[in-house]
């Protein structure tokens, strides 16, 4: 079969496409034909230095979302699941190839209201959105920030935020980014590449109750300061390559409680299938910005780390599915 393997840490470059053994289903795994595979920002940092949650030797192959149909099942599992649509977490690598084996139990069965694309990119960050939005739990009425607004999981929060009643501001680098944020239902939006964008916040609507910070670094520090005595801050991403420093004396003078979201498998899988469904509903539309075929994965890595990217970036690995 055809993969991206990563034999070496270093820039896009070093993601090279090949041939490697087509996987065997073990007992409890079933095997999946890939048509989408999902790319996260996790990768390119792991990809560049070895860094985040993914514990693999070299050479691998990247990935750690597919979607596909089955087409094999391994001993012990679930035969109905033979020839389903489905998308399923790989365990941090493997994904970026024509066919993967995964857990039976690790799988989700796509709607038959969900395009594949569609559920592939609501694996991770859907899931991510819903818990997020659960930790902070908006009422009606309040105000809501959300930081890298155009981005795979921003633009989810965006659409959940102002579903559950919120206002809604949306924090996000360009004009382009922007528009979209403003297309999904956010009330307001600034560019927080302007050096003066907290105080159109404030002028806009005054303190925020909930900031969800997924950028980090001296944005998410600014966003901290926006919050009102009882808000919320919802920290769970480092785009900006760092963490937003927001210390817990700092945040207790301030009233301010810092969320950081530490979720049960259990939990994860809720989040999972409440974003299914709510996108069969047509309540929840993932922004698909970019698609790459499967040869190209450097390509797609060099377009997230510039920032030119919006929405979820997916590598297609068949077009027919």
């Known amino acids: 079969m055809r993969a991206v393997w990563l034999k070496e840490f270093g820039g896009p470059e070093v993601l ?3 041939d490697a053994p ?6 409890g795994q079933v095997l999946i034909e890939v048509a989408f595979a999902n790319i996260t920002f996790v990768e390119t940092q792991h990809r560049a230095g070895g860094t985040g949650p993914f514990v693999a030797q070299l050479p691998m192959i990247l990935g750690n979302g597919v979607g596909g149909v089955v087409r094999a ?8 699941l033979a020839g389903r649509r489905v998308i399923s977490g790989t365990g941090g690598s493997g994904g970026y190839a024509e066919w993967v084996a995964v857990d039976a139990a690790a799988t989700y069965q796509v709607p038959d209201a969900v395009r594949l694309d569609t559920a592939v990119a609501l694996l991770a960050d859907g899931r991510t959105a819903t818990m997020l939005l659960r930790a ?11 930081e890298a607004a155009a ?29 979209l944020a ?11 590449r302007e050096p003066d964008w907290t ?9 925020v109750n909930v900031v969800f910070d997924g950028v980090g670094g001296v944005i998410g520090r600014s966003a901290f300061d926006l919050l009102g005595r009882g808000g919320r801050m919802v920290t769970f991403g480092l785009a900006s390559g760092a963490w937003t420093d927001v210390p817990d004396e700092t945040a207790a003078a301030r009233g301010v409680t810092v969320v950081r979201p530490r ?24 922004v698909i910005g970019q698609r790459f075929p499967l040869e190209r994965a450097a390509d797609a890595h060099a377009a997230i780390e510039s920032r030119a990217t919006v929405g979820k970036t997916l590598l297609v690995v068949r077009a027919d599915q």
Do not use: F, N
Not at 73 to 80: I, K, L, N, R, T
Not at 182 to 192: F, H, Q, S
Not at 263 to 286: K, Y
């Open 16 to 18: 090279v496409a090949g």
């Open 22 to 27: 087509e996987p065997v289903p073990r007992a």
């Open 73 to 80: 099942v391994g001993p012990g599992a679930d035969e109905a």
């Open 136 to 146: 902070a739990s908006p009422d009606p009425g309040e105000r809501v920030l959300v």
């Open 151 to 179: 981005g795979g999981v921003g633009s989810l929060l965006v659409q959940l935020a102002k579903a559950a009643g919120a206002q809604v501001v949306a924090a996000a680098g360009g004009t382009r980014k922007t528009g």
């Open 182 to 192: 403003r297309d999904l239902g956010a009330d307001v939006t600034v560019d927080y």
């Open 199 to 207: 105080e159109r916040v404030r002028a806009a609507v005054g303190e």
């Open 263 to 286: 979720p049960t498998p259990d939990e994860l899988r809720a989040c999972t299938e409440s974003a299914l469904a709510q996108a069969a509903a047509g309540a929840l539309r993932p």
